[in-house]
């Protein structure tokens, strides 16, 4: 099994490490692989070496389904304008949204990475505060294997193509014939599943204790079945959420800014809120990767002023083997 953590491909998330040869020392001491990187198109670091490659992650936009179906007046209701529409997806036309995929992936492949990562949601500002969706999972499904079936066309199969599960409106790992009809929809021989845990239990905002998230998370692993083989990785974190879900959404905030980018950064924490790529501290959480028996295992933390990002990949690893030991 490969494991990893999560890390931007940039000059200014590595800087505070010291370069690229201290955080792969530092990654090796603790048994792991690599990184699963994310290419920050404005701030791409030259200096990255492949070999610390263990996985990537490609860009996304959060909400791009109307800019893709090029829905003019409800962009224009969410961005204030189509300048700012241009600005945001920087261009007019779903063309160039292809475009700044297939570079992505052009890089990635250049890379030599194992498997890709892509994810599969819609979901605007407002949305991420009333819950109240534009799309369905269906809409949502729909157009992400249209958007996937082309940016793969003529692709040589020599990575691993991952979809993964969001709690917004698209693929959520929540209903298995949903599950069947994105994988059998994509026209790539080696797609799989990352599975993300944290954001499924992001989609029970019943949750209440980590033990909880285990067995709600295996509970959604086993109805799938047969489809669990097709679980190739796992985004490995925990979340819980719910209680703040149920008090900080319904509506929009009065006082949001008008102007999007400042919305957009007035919510980003509200998401970081609700999705809290937190370690897990219950050994019982080692079930889950027993029952799938992932070949790729990241660990998807956040990093914080309160638990730096290693610091907690370093308890996260403990707590796997202390699960490992029971």
Same mark, same amino acid.
């Given at each position: ?18 370069g690229?040869d201290r955080?792969e ?6 048994g ?8 920050d198109?404005d ?6 070496p492949?070999n ?20 003019n ?18 261009g007019?036309?779903?063309?160039d ?7 992505d992936?052009?890089y990635?492949v ?13 979901v605007?500002?407002?949305?991420g505060?009333?819950?109240s ?14 958007f996937?079936?082309?940016l ?20 959520t ?17 080696r797609?799989?599943?990352m =599975?993300?845990? %944290?954001?499924? /239990?992001?989609?029970? *905002?019943?949750? @209440?204790? +980590?033990? $909880?998230? !285990? ?11 047969e489809?669990k ?8 974190h925990?979340s ?13 905030p ?8 400042e ?5 980003y924490p ?27 295992l990241?660990?998807? =933390?956040?990093? %914080?002023?309160q /638990?730096?990002?290693? *610091?907690?990949? @370093?308890? +996260?690893? $403990?707590? !796997?083997?202390?699960?490992q030991k029971?």
């Open positions: 099994m490969t494991q990893c953590i999560n890390f931007p491909i940039s000059s200014y998330s590595i800087r505070p490490y010291g690229w955080l020392k530092q990654l090796r001491d603790m792991l692989d690599g990184i699963e990187g994310i290419l198109p701030d791409m670091d030259p200096s990255f492949p610390l490659l263990a996985g990537y992650h490609m860009i996304f936009y959060p909400d791009w389904l109307d800019f893709y179906r090029q829905n007046r409800e962009l224009v209701r969410k961005f204030g304008s189509m300048d700012m529409v241009e600005r945001f997806y920087r007019t036309h779903p063309e949204l292809m475009r700044q995929f297939r570079e992936l052009a990635a250049s890379m030599h990475t194992p498997y890709v990562v892509f994810h599969v949601s819609d605007s500002i407002e949305e505060y009333t819950y969706w534009l799309h369905t999972d269906r809409e949502v499904l729909d157009a992400s294997m249209e996937i079936n082309e793969l066309r003529d692709t040589e199969p020599t990575f691993e193509f991952l979809v993964e599960n969001q709690w917004w409106p698209g693929f790992f929540t209903d298995p014939e949903k599950t069947e009809y994105l994988l059998s929809g994509i026209d790539y021989p797609t799989g599943i =599975l993300d845990t %944290g954001h499924l /239990m992001n989609t029970n *905002t019943k949750l @209440r204790t +980590q033990a $909880d998230g !285990i067995e709600y998370i295996l509970r959604m692993i086993q109805a799938h079945g489809l083989k097709h679980i190739r990785g796992m985004h490995f925990q819980l959420s719910g209680a703040y879900v149920r008090k900080n959404t319904g509506k929009v009065d006082g949001l800014p008008s102007d999007y980018f919305a957009y950064s007035v919510n509200h998401i970081q809120n609700i999705d809290r790529h937190r370690p897990w501290t219950d050994p019982g959480c080692v079930r889950i990767i027993e029952e799938v028996s992932p070949e790729y990241t660990h998807e =933390l956040s990093s %914080g002023p /638990m730096p990002q290693l *610091t907690a990949v @370093r308890r +996260q690893l $403990d707590t !796997i083997r202390k699960g029971h």
